[in-house]
T-cell receptor
Framework: AQTVTQSQPEMSVQEAETVTLSCTYD???????LFWYKQPPSRQMILVIR??????QNATENRFSVNFQKAAKSFSLKISDSQLGDAAMYFC??????????????FGKGTHLIIQP | EAQVTQNPRYLITVTGKKLTVTCSQN?????MSWYRQDPGLGLRQIYY???????DKGDVPEGYKVSRKEKRNFPLILESPSPNQTSLYFC????????????FGQGTRLTVV
């Protein structure tokens, strides 16, 4: 079974600065997807960014980028120019591309990101 | 608008009183699932469905039931709720098995007293 570990329960950053959230995972599969979801106080789960394991290039979405290290099984999220609206719980998630079994998302326990004005 | 709709958003109930949380998607997705979110535990999958009349257990299925009689609907049933089922519940759907993205409902905050 796959596991996802987020070792930082809480992070704090000054507005306009850069912050990196860590995520590691464990899997024996070679083909999978990785995601970062944002959950603001509204509780809505919002997809921030996704990475296909077969792609070597790191995914980027505006101020959000990832550092995907497949051999190290690491998938960190970098938020540049942090804004007050970035304050939320962030979840790292894994999904198999094999299409078998439960095929669900395996989530980490989350990192609570605080933005200091 | 493409969306996953859960109802109710908030529910307070008493131990043992059967309840159903509804989930509906308008995207013709094959794959649907239920998660529960608890502090310090992240989200964990309860049940999933790969298509109509095809359902199976996820990681934490005890105390829950589901059905998939129509493609768009995937209700979560608690036959005899207990306080340890107090949680935030999410329904999610994906176009098909192995799709890259899941679409989440707004969440249902359930309290069992």
């Amino acid at each position: 079974a796959q596991t996802v570990t987020q070792s930082q329960p809480e992070m704090s950053v000054q507005e306009a600065e850069t912050v990196t959230l860590s995520c590691t995972y464990d899997t024996s599969e070679s083909d999978y997807y990785l995601f970062w979801y944002k959950q603001p106080p509204s509780r809505q789960m919002i997809l921030v960014i996704r990475q296909e394991a077969y792609k070597q290039q790191n995914a980027t979405e505006n101020r959000f980028s990832v550092n995907f290290q497949k051999a190290a099984k690491s998938f960190s999220l970098k938020i540049s120019d942090s804004q007050l609206g970035d304050a939320a719980m962030y979840f790292c998630a894994y999904r198999s591309a094999m299409g078998g079994g439960a095929d669900g998302l395996t989530f980490g326990k989350g990192t609570h990101l605080i933005i200091q004005p | 608008e493409a969306q996953v709709t859960q109802n109710p958003r908030y529910l307070i109930t008493v131990t043992g009183k059967k309840l159903t949380v509804t989930c509906s998607q308008n995207m013709n997705h094959e794959y649907m699932s239920w998660y529960r979110q608890d502090p310090g535990l992240g989200l964990r999958q309860i049940y999933y469905s790969m298509n109509v009349e095809v359902t199976d257990k996820g990681d934490v299925p005890e105390g829950y039931k589901v059905s998939r009689k129509e493609k768009r609907n995937f209700p979560l049933i608690l036959e005899s709720p207990s306080p340890n089922q107090t949680s935030l519940y999410f329904c999610a759907s994906s176009p098909h098995l192995g799709a890259t993205e899941a679409f989440f409902g707004q969440g249902t905050r359930l309290t069992v007293v």
